[in-house]
């Protein structure tokens, strides 16, 4: 028998098309955030179909109180860690505040060096005004996951981190952003912070996936921050994120159990004599 007849095949690496393709089965996409090599290992190994490498890295690992501090260099950074840890999971790089804002061809020559730097993908933030840059960066060969609702980079526009498209009006217009957003090329839309009739709505509509955080159950995926998922993020965690560990009160105990080894002496242990 051929050696290599006896190992398992590798799976299948993930491709945009493939979320739309999943969404026309039914299926559920199942995405979280990383930053990390590590992480992304981790997070592949347990069947995560997308990794999506945040600008929320700004208020998780950085400290800042929002997204808008961090840096294009920053999101290079993280991004290169990522793709060395994930082979499978799709790889999304969050566009940073000012990075594709400005101008197209600054958003081209940005995105671009997300992809260069490891990214099969990068989401933005806005509905409409934000089409013609969509459908360029498509254009060039750059896939482009778009963000409604809820817009972290716009805070202090939207009066802070609350639910958005409360009326209907503003629920209107969520609806034709989307389908600009997807008529100018975008294979996936993320819903944040949106009542969950609209975002049925919406999953309803569209030929290409919605991915949920804080929308409610009806969209084509979910997403969280994976540190509020494990339950490292404290009373920081937004109120829609369930905890499936409590891995910051593992690590705390864990830390001080260490900590008063060696202060005692108990670490390292002493060898015996021979």
Known sequence: MNVNEMKPAEPKKIWPQQLIDMKQRGEKIAMLTAYDALMARLLEQAGIDVLLVGDSLGMVLLGYATTLPVTLEDMIHHTRAVSRGARRALIVADMPFLSYQVSVPEAIRNAGRLMQEGANSVKIE?????????????????????????????????????????????????????????????????????????????????????????????????????????????????????????????????????????????????????
Do not use: W
């Open 126 to 274: 806005g509905g409409r005004h934000m089409a013609e840059t969509v459908a360029r960066l498509v254009e060039v060969g750059i896939p482009v996951m778009g963000h409604l609702g809820l817009n972290p980079q716009s805070v202090n526009q939207t009066g802070g981190f609350r639910k958005q498209a409360r009326t209907k009006e503003d629920a209107r217009r969520l609806i034709e952003d989307a389908h600009a957003l997807e008529q100018a090329g975008a294979y996936s839309i993320v819903l944040e912070s949106i009542p969950e009739d609209l975002a049925r709505d919406v999953t309803a509509e569209l030929r290409i996936p919605t991915i949920g955080i804080g929308a409610g159950p009806d969209c084509d995926g979910q997403v969280l921050v994976c540190y509020d998922a494990l339950g490292m993020t404290g009373d920081a965690a937004p109120s829609f994120a369930k905890r499936y560990a409590q891995l910051g009160a593992e690590i705390i105990a864990s830390a001080r159990r260490y900590a008063e080894e060696v202060r005692e002496g108990g670490f390292p242990a002493q060898r015996r004599a021979s």
